[in-house]
């Protein structure tokens, strides 16, 4: 898909981020949760298989109000999904690399996600504020595989510019949901 530039004429794509801010963002109204809705929470995030019974037990409550109050933070958006974390170097993809890019001034920069979010190796984009504009995440399995994904990335119109970094050790980060919830009363 090429990349689309501001046009003068148009009212919807007044700036280079135009048709990204029709994107729902990530940010939504907050949920009313109560302690019980935390606690789930807290629950299927320390394991995401634990059954509806098994958290019923847990709680002591029966299961079908448990999976009632499961079904309702799903359809709020609370529970966005369930996941599975793998071992990458295991499944041959042992690098983790982190990409700045920055557009060319006028460039829709939704023309230039849109063709990154194609790149199947791409765990994270985030469009961000400063002297970049987006900051992705790619798992690849050597530097032959890095230099591929960067000709690609590079020949999207409207990349002007990127900068790459190695990481060399992920630090894994503590179950954030039962942190941050078991903390949202003080």
């Known amino acids: 898909m090429p990349a689309r530039r501001r046009s003068a004429g148009s009212a919807t794509s007044s700036s ?40 019923a037990r847990e709680l002591g409550m029966s299961a079908p109000a448990v999976g009632e109050r499961v079904a309702r933070l799903e359809r709020l958006g ?8 793998v071992d990458w170097s295991a499944i041959g993809y042992p690098m ?9 001034q006028g460039f829709q920069q939704s023309a230039i996600v ?15 504020t400063g002297a970049i504009d987006m900051l992705a995440r790619l798992r690849v399995r ?26 060399l050790i992920g630090v894994e980060p503590g179950n954030v949901v039962a942190e941050l919830l078991s903390k949202a009363d003080q």
């Open 142 to 167: 050597d530097h032959a595989h890095l230099r591929q994904l960067l000709k690609r990335i590079w020949e999207i119109d409207g990349v002007l510019r990127t900068e790459t970094s190695l990481s």
């Open 114 to 128: 849109e063709q990154i979010a194609e790149i199947p190796e791409l765990e994270a984009l985030d469009v961000v």
């Open 16 to 55: 280079p981020l135009g048709s990204l801010m029709d994107v729902a963002p990530e940010q939504s109204t907050p949920v009313p949760l109560d302690d019980v809705d935390r606690q789930i929470l807290v629950l299927v995030s320390q394991d995401s298989r634990r059954s509806q019974r098994a958290l």
């Open 78 to 85: 609370v529970i966005r999904g369930y996941g599975v974390r």
């Open 96 to 104: 983790a690399v982190y990409l700045t890019i920055t557009a060319a």
